[in-house]
C-alpha cells in the first residue's frame, strides 16, 4: 500500500489522550499499554502518536499477535526509572513479542544505566539487566531514526525474528560501560542494518549461534571491545551456525578488535559460513581481525579443536591514528 495512502487510513492514538505524562516523572507504563491495546486489536492499520516529552515507562510487553499494521511513531523521549532496579530481573525494559508489520519510528530511549553499571563494578549484588529494546518471534519489523542513550545492557535485541530492516539509529553509551552492545542478532533471518552510528562499552553488533540468514550494513561504528562480534559459538556439541552475513561499506573507530569470530575450544557441529567483509577501514583498531578460541572459567574444554569458517576479505583496509 502506498505510504500515503496507508497514513490517510490509518487509526491514531494518541498518548496524551491515554493520560499519559510527558513531565518525565508520572509512570505512563499503564498507559502505553493501553494505547497498544487499542492499536492492537484496530481492524484498521494503527498510528500510536508519541508526542514531544518525556515520558517514564517502566517494564512494557507489547505483544501480538494484532489485526494488523502498527507504527510507533515517537517524538519524544521514553524513560527508564531512576532506580535501576526497578526492572527487576526481566531481563528487558521496552519488549515486543510475538507481532507483525509492527514500525518503530524517530524519538529516544535513555536507559539510565549509570547505576546498573556502578553496581556491576562494585561486584554488588546486582539484577541481571535488561536490553533496552527487544524483538522476540517477530516478522516484518522497522526500526528506523531511534536513538538508545545509556543501555544497561545491549540496547537493541532481534531475537527469532525474519525481515527485520534497521536503518539510521544512534547507539550510545560510555566506553567503559560493561556489556551494552549495540544490536544483538540470534536465531533470525533477512536482518538489514544500514546508515547507524554505534558508539558503545562492548560489540556494536554482535551475531549469536542458531541459524542465522543476514545482510548486515553497518557503519560508521565504535566500541572499545569488538566492532562486530560472530560468537561465542562451539558451546555445545550439537549446535546450530551462523551463515551468509555481509559487512559492507563501514569504518571502525578505537576497537580493541575489529572483525572477531569467537568459539569455544570445544567439540562442536557448529559452524561460520559464507560470510562476506567489504569495504571496511578500521582507524586505531588494535585487532583489525581475529580469529580465537576461548575456555572462559576452563569450563570441561578439553583442547583446542578445528572449527569450521568460510569467510572472504576482498576489500579491507586497516589505519593505525
Known sequence: MDALLWKANAATYNMITFDAKPD???DSTRPFLQAWAAACGSAQEATISVTRGRYLLGNAVFRGLCKNKIEFQISGTLVAPADYRALGNTGYWILFIQVNRVTVVGGSLDAKGAGF???RSSGSNCPVGTRS?????ANDI???GLT???SQLSHL???SCNNVRVRNVRLIAP???PNTDGIHVQGSTGVTITGSSIKTGDDCISIGPEPVDEHIICGPGHGPSNAVRIGSLGKDLNEAGVQNVTLTNSVFSGSDNGLRIKSWARPSNGFVTNVLYQ???MKNVENPIIIDQNCPNNQGCPAKVPFNFSIYFPSFSSILE
Open 148 to 150: 538508545s542513550i545509556n
Open 133 to 137: 529494546i527487544t524483538f522476540n518471534w
Open 142 to 144: 522497522v526500526v528506523s
Open 24 to 26: 518525565g516523572q508520572t
Open 279 to 281: 569495504n571496511i577501514v
Open 157 to 159: 535485541v532481534i531475537n
Open 175 to 177: 566506553d567503559q560501560s
Open 117 to 119: 553499571w556502578a553496581c
